[in-house]
């Protein structure tokens, strides 16, 4: 080799060696990602009724977020809209039983391809005809899963051949065992790693852990004060939904039966927590009132045990990112699929745009950038996920996306251009057939004051002073000197959807999944 020609190979041997050390450098990304974890049920989000002790670290360490809303409040399409970065119509996962399609652009695929190690452990929830698409290692749940001794299904190489397990013991437990064995013993010394590690807990039907089976037997949590909510003012979506604590809960639900799948040893342990209850219930025969505030209380109590095994599976994680010194380049980012009704307006359950559901906790730790302790008020979504995990991987963010990067708030930039108000739309309803929880379609806006919804198919409106009626408990669409404000927000609801694209999905039938046609766009005069 010619004296020239070889110091030119070393200088791009050296160009690449500091390509590879500045690759080296990029953050880990550890997303935590729970199922159904209402905002109100974490301590750091000034919760009533609830303590959480590791999930507050992530804000006390890093930035919470007041408001950040999913674009369809329920578990598959929220999944769906943070593998792509895109609504559920450009997606194609508008509802519980579609089937995604896993051959699309996925964040992770483009992190994988950027030179991310990644790995999805725990719920997945996008169908079983594939393997998770875009990880070099999945282990998963079938389907919800159970609480107990779940199978899991393990794709070592990101070929799609799966290995079933069956596990005995909690499943919270385990996932967290399988996301710590993976950072322990699964992870490439020398590459960036992006880990969704990701509960089944605290969904329904609220399975509490061994260690917390009996968990404030001897207190009373607080209700919420709508907890009794006629529904005056508002229409009939709200008034026909099957989803109160009073009439849609199962003796499931309520443990006034055992788990079907435990095994001897956990039934016993089971029997010996729920029967002296179950017995003091029989006992009081109680009716009206009395008894949706029992339902309520054996609802809330065993959501909240739940958590707690969550709060303490995140606890084992973050400690270990502390003890291996992890913690320093990672960046840890707890959220859930959305918000829940925990006896907000006599409801379990999610669906509507209602605050409770719509609203989903988002708390991010970015040490040495996101300033500790820090609150963003910004309007910000699920479908900002995907682009935000691009933009900490150095990685630009496809033109097709449909959200924006919040690595600017995560460094506590204000953009002049951020969104001033959020598009939702929720889909499962199916028309002449029982669905569940019976919740209608609409779609709505949402900006800092007011929210606007259309229940579209039956043509109802609603508005909400989010101001003056948190709890949303008056629709205030009919009276007149809203007038201004209502148009100005149906011109808004317009134009989202002219920039989203959304299809028209007036005219269907409630048909799955909805009309997949061009939404009509008025000649303008
Ligand atoms: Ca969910």
Redesign the pocket.
Known sequence: MKPLLRSFSFLILLLSLSYVQAADSRPNILFIFT??HASHAISAYGSEINQTPNLDRIANEGMLFRNCFCTNS??GP?RAVIQTGKYSHKNGFYMNGNKFDGTQQTFPKLLQSAGYQTAVIGKWHLGEHMAPQGYNYSEVLVGQGPYYNPIMLRDVDGSGNQVRTKYTGYTTDIITDLALDWLKEGREGDKPFMLMYQHKAP?RNWQPGPKYLTMYDDVTIPEPSNLFDNYETRGRAAHEQDMSVEHTLTPDDLKLTPPRNLTDEQLAAWNAAYEPKNEAFRKANLKGDDLIRWKYQRYIKDYLRCVASVDDNVGRVLDYLDETGLAKNTVVVYS???GFYLGDHGWFD?RFMYEESYRQPLMVRWPGVTKPGTVDEHLVSNVDFAETFLDLAGQEVPADMQGMSLVPLFRGESPDNWRKSHYYQYYEFLNNQKTAHMVRRHYGVRNERYKLIHFYNIDEWELYDLEADPREMRNIYTEAQYADIIKEMKADIVSLQKDLEVPDDRGSVESNPPSLQPRQQKPKK
Request: net charge negative; hydrophobic share 10%; aromatic share 0%.
């Open positions: 199922d159904d329920i578990c929220s969904h859930s699929d959305q999610k």
